[in-house]
């Protein structure tokens, strides 16, 4: 209602200052530098001139301008305040310093704990050299080679096993974080501005889905700063956006050209925007709790300072779509429900997962935020965290989005998250004493079963597969060799880690499907001993990838399944009332609830007793 140069005047007036356009009058880029302009960006400001020993700054929140002056390096003297409307200042100071901003996006985190320092080339050797020897080794010695992949994989499958049996009974006495409640009544606190970055990459219905979904939240408009984040060079989203109407509480940020083109690289820059003191991270297709952003507040105001991170649950809006879809749904249970709050508990390194992720966003900072060079930018965040001694807490809140529902698409990004894994393990393990030193123990061993092992698992599949012949009684495809190496004692040895394996397997996959919402799943489970098959061919281009093309960002195909299908239509509306569009809540109540709340009272006014207007204005009145 009103416009940014009628608010600029009035602010004017009653500051009693003067307004300025950067556009006619440009920013001295000296006072730029000596202040940040990552640190400019985020308090909305713009040091504009020096004159006659008076540092000018031009502000956008002149309401906390005061409590700004006092982050300023002292060489700025006497300050004076000017206004400008916040786009005025961004703009002025990208005028001068974006390229600047760009090379530190791709820079935050320090070479020796970022892929960018890693030489390709040798890796690419290294993996090529280890493939010949155990070709080679296989047509010399098959039963030797064969023996050690064995001993290799049955060992990392016996690690993992006792991993996620540590983390079922630790998950198992705290209950499922998706229905944890706080004891007795939430007490009041001053809610702070939380902004929460939402990147999009080629995504055609923003002004559709993607605002409806963000319009469910019920967080005070005024302290909810959303950034959609955007590739400069992203046509496709760029001409979504010409055609959306976007609320106030909803911006936009453009992340310009570089080198690469990655989600980390994209977040750095744009966390540079963001206004709040916690910092969270949507993915498009998301579909958060209205109450996401006050549980986050709550928590992060009792939790205690070393809790640097929240991490939601993530579940899927369409598990009914096929097999592939049940599975997935079942797998992520499984992960965001047993295993993740499992290992939370036992004081392992928590692997972050992409989305519904909050931070404290100083901490955020003082890590170097995001690897720009890495494609598992989650993950390689929390091991960061672990290392410096920071937390990451499980937090009661559900996220829906699209399960993988299609094999290819579910290849390309789980190759995507094991080659991440696999960079993420070789940037960490640069220097193992450093890397013990700083997680102890207890957390690097974990370390390594929870990424090396992972991948082992992933890659040497067949070799495990080989031997459920055994188990029947069949012979191994490699005949007599391997007979006089493994001896008659190799399938009874065997079968105890497979089967065993293959049973916890189930048993944390019901587990996680128990509740109402997924018990419809409770028939799949077993059926994931012919899902994970298909992590092997993900798991042998993830390989390839990390030679041949490591930064490169495989992203997930969305927008193959459509809301509707799992949404029900509405109750036609009886004669007398019109259809009102709504967006949000009213009262604090979700909008289906006041609908049939409206619904059952025009079914219920008898006419001559009481007109139905009136009882719904006495409904509306009532909250």
Request: aromatic content about 8%.
């Amino acid at each position: 209602m009103v416009t940014p140069v009628a608010l600029a005047k009035g602010l004017a007036r009653q500051w009693r200052t003067s307004a300025i356009d950067p556009d006619v009058t440009p920013a001295d880029p000296r006072l730029i530098d000596a202040a940040g302009a990552g640190f400019c960006l985020r308090h909305g400001i713009l040091p504009w001139r020096r004159i006659g020993g008076v540092t000018w700054i031009a502000t956008a929140r002149p309401e906390d301008f005061a409590d700004c002056l006092a982050l300023l390096p002292p060489g700025f003297g006497h300050v004076r305040m000017l206004l400008c409307s916040g786009d005025q200042a961004a703009a002025g100071l990208l005028a001068h310093r974006r390229t600047r901003l760009v090379r530190e996006a791709e820079s935050r985190v320090a070479a020796r704990e970022s892929c960018r320092a890693g030489n390709q080339q040798r890796s690419a050797v290294i993996l090529v050299m280890l493939a010949a020897a155990v070709i080679l080794g296989s047509a010399v010695a098959p039963a030797a080679v064969v023996g050690a992949l064995t001993a290799w994989a049955v060992l990392t499958l016996v690690t993992q096993a006792m991993l996620k049996l540590a983390s079922f009974i630790a998950a198992w006495r705290i209950g499922d974080p998706a229905r944890m409640t706080p004891e007795g009544e939430e007490p009041e606190i001053p809610l702070p501005t939380i902004s929460v970055m939402v990147p999009l990459f080629r995504e055609s219905d923003v002004a559709g889905r993607l605002v409806a979904r963000l319009s469910r939240l019920a967080y005070p408009r005024e302290l909810s700063d959303i950034l959609l984040v955007i590739e400069a060079s992203d046509n496709v989203t760029e001409a979504a956006l010409r055609d959306a109407r976007l609320p106030h509480w909803i911006r936009v940020v453009r992340v310009p050209e570089g080198p690469i083109k990655t989600k980390p690289r994209a977040l750095n820059y744009a966390l540079n925007f963001c206004r709040g003191d916690i910092v969270g991270i949507w993915d498009a297709e998301d579909r958060p709790d209205p109450d996401q952003l006050h549980k986050v507040a709550r928590r992060f105001a009792d939790a205690p300072a070393d809790v640097a991170c929240l991490q939601g649950v993530l579940d899927y809006y369409n598990p009914r779509t096929n097999w592939l879809a049940r599975c997935f749904t079942v797998e992520y249970a499984a992960w965001f429900r047993v295993l993740l709050p499992g290992v939370a508990r036992l004081g392992l390194v928590v692997p972050l997962g992409g989305t519904t992720l909050f931070f404290r966003r100083d901490i955020l900072e003082r890590v170097g935020a995001w690897d720009a060079w890495s494609v598992t930018e989650d993950a390689d965040l929390g091991v960061r965290l672990a290392r410096r001694g920071f937390r990451t807490e499980l937090l009661a809140t559900t996220t829906e989005e699209e399960a993988n529902c299609r094999a290819l698409p579910w290849i390309n990004q789980r190759s995507r998250w094991l080659k991440g894994y696999a960079m993420t393990w070789a940037v960490h393990m640069r220097d193992p004493v450093a890397l013990h030193r700083d997680l102890g123990a207890w957390r690097f061993w974990g370390f390594q079963v929870q990424f090396l092992g992972t991948l082992s698992q992933y890659l040497l599949a067949p070799v495990l597969w080989s031997f459920w012949l055994l188990t029947f009684g069949l012979p191994h495809p490699l005949g007599a060799p391997l007979d006089d190496l493994v001896g008659p004692w190799a399938a009874p040895m065997l079968f105890v880690p497979f089967v065993g394996a293959e049973a916890l397997n189930i048993l944390v996959g019901l587990y996680a499907v128990r509740r109402k919402r997924h018990r419809h799943l409770l028939p799949w489970v077993a059926s994931l001993h012919f899902y994970f098959p298909l992590g092997c061919l993900a798991g042998w281009k993830a390989l390839y990838e990390v030679a041949a093309k490591p930064f490169y960002w495989n992203k997930t195909a969305h927008g193959l399944f459509s809301e509707a299908e799992v949404t029900p239509e509405p109750p036609a509306l009886p004669e007398g009332l019109v259809s009102i569009p709504v967006l949000g809540r009213i009262g604090g109540r979700n909008l289906t609830e006041v609908a049939a709340d409206l619904q059952e009272a025009a079914g219920q006014a008898s006419p001559g007793s009481l007109r139905q207007e009136d009882e719904v204005s006495r409904l509306l009145a009532s909250g």
